[in-house]
């Protein structure tokens, strides 16, 4: 779903994503573009499963100034996911670990590693290389 909407401060818009993700949408984001006669707006696009398409669609109409909303379906390929824990020197951290056919990808939890920094008082760069390196070490140790 999306709209483009030229008449809202940046705080609505925040609050309308919030609410939006709450409900169920997978996904939120705006985009900068110009409208007619050169007006500055914002492009909001929602990513959403059709059963939460009717409450998602309340919320945008009664959080923003849209008067309308455009649809369309897509297919979406998404990799295999799972959620794997990592001992390092922060403590065991998680890990979202995804694969599809040949290819893997890893990367450290985003949450979990923002409080390990806080609470050690490191950098959160630190924290996830941190992660990194646990993971790599359970790798091949795994071999």
């Known amino acids: 779903m999306e ?6 401060s ?7 994503m919030e609410r939006l993700l709450e409900a169920g949408a997978r996904d ?7 409208m007619k006669k050169n007006r500055p707006a914002t492009k909001l696009e929602v990513i959403c499963d059709e059963a939460h398409q009717e409450l998602l669609q309340e919320i945008l109409l009664a959080e923003t100034s849209t008067i309308g909303i455009r ?7 998404v990799m295999q996911r799972e959620s794997l824990m990592v001992k390092t020197e922060y403590g065991v951290l998680r890990v979202k670990k995804a694969t599809w056919q040949h290819i893997t990808k890893h ?10 920094a806080l609470k050690y008082g490191v950098s959160l760069r630190e924290v996830y290389q941190a992660v990194q390196n646990g993971y790599q070490k359970e790798q091949e140790d795994e071999e």
């Open 107 to 116: 990367a450290p939890e985003y949450e979990d590693c923002q409080k390990a």
């Open 10 to 16: 940046g705080e609505l818009l925040g609050h309308t």
């Open 71 to 77: 649809m369309h379906e897509v297919n979406r390929l």
């Open 28 to 34: 939120v984001f705006f985009t900068p573009i110009f």
């Open 3 to 8: 709209a483009n909407i030229d008449d809202m």
